[in-house]
């Protein structure tokens, strides 16, 4: 039995967050190039795509590229950005087709006018979908993320919009690039690594994590809900005790 005919179709989870790593590695234990692993990385993305779109997740959230990342060989990036536009334009008509929508969040003033215009087209071609939500986390990191924030909220307290008194969790949480989008129940990571690097800090603060040693361009279907099927057993208490969980629905309590 595969790990989708486990799963719980009641208990799925409607944001599922993933950071793609592994690729470098994937290539070098092949003897190849950093790039034949993002190459490869693609065929992954399809899949886990697919595999979301196939049990009714509602939103996906890729890492594709940190500000971070930028500070890694110019070769690198200037091969990456490429299968990026090479990506968009071949995944463009079966992102439609499958009713998938594209949002990107990031630092977009670093991207190339050329990265900038495949992905905002792209964008604006599917912005009526009503199916699955992709959201393309590139030139991002979490902490440029709620610098911004604070520097939009700072700015409306100085021209006396809000008072400092009016900041809220919520007010904060609709500053953020990741507005009108809900947080993820679900964080993955590939490839063994065991760390958040610098990804949805604020949104991931009551996310179930999931890591595993599968590198990235090896991560199909079956492994994504192997991870969906994980996240089921477990019991998302949210601060409470076992027993206000049991007990929730219970009107006598």
Do not use: C
């Not at 793609?20 to 190849?32: I, S």
């Not at 939500?133 to 991002?140: G, K």
């Amino acid at each position: 039995m595969s790990s989708k005919d486990k799963l719980d179709k009641k208990n799925i989870p409607s944001h599922v967050a993933v950071i793609m790593d592994g690729n470098g590695r994937w290539a070098k234990e092949r003897g190849k190039k950093r790039i034949f692993g993002h190459k490869n990385g693609v065929q992954s993305v399809r899949d886990v795509v697919e595999a979301a779109g196939e049990i009714g997740i509602s939103y996906l959230t890729l890492y594709a590229f940190s500000t971070e990342n930028w500070n890694r060989p110019k070769t690198e990036v200037e091969s990456l950005m490429g299968l990026l536009i090479n990506s968009i334009k071949k995944e463009a008509a079966k992102l439609f087709k499958n009713n998938v929508r594209l949002l990107i969040i990031g630092d977009f003033t670093r991207l190339s006018s050329k990265v900038k215009e495949n992905l905002f087209s792209l964008r604006e071609k599917t912005k009526n979908n009503t199916g699955l939500t992709v959201v393309l986390a590139l030139s991002y990191s979490s902490r440029w993320e709620i610098t911004e924030a604070v520097r939009l909220i700072t700015e409306k307290v100085e021209e006396g919009e809000i008072k400092s008194s009016d900041v809220t969790e919520e007010l904060i949480g609709n500053s953020l690039a990741t507005s009108g989008i809900p947080d993820p129940e679900l964080l993955i990571r590939t490839s063994g690594e065991q760390r958040i690097s610098n990804y949805l800090l604020w949104q991931i603060a009551y996310s179930e994590l999931y890591f595993t040693e599968t590198f990235w361009p090896d991560f199909r279907k079956e492994n994504f809900f192997k991870a969906i099927y994980s996240y089921q057993q477990r019991h998302r208490r949210f601060g409470k005790t076992e027993e206000q969980i049991e007990n929730k629905f219970d009107i006598s309590k």
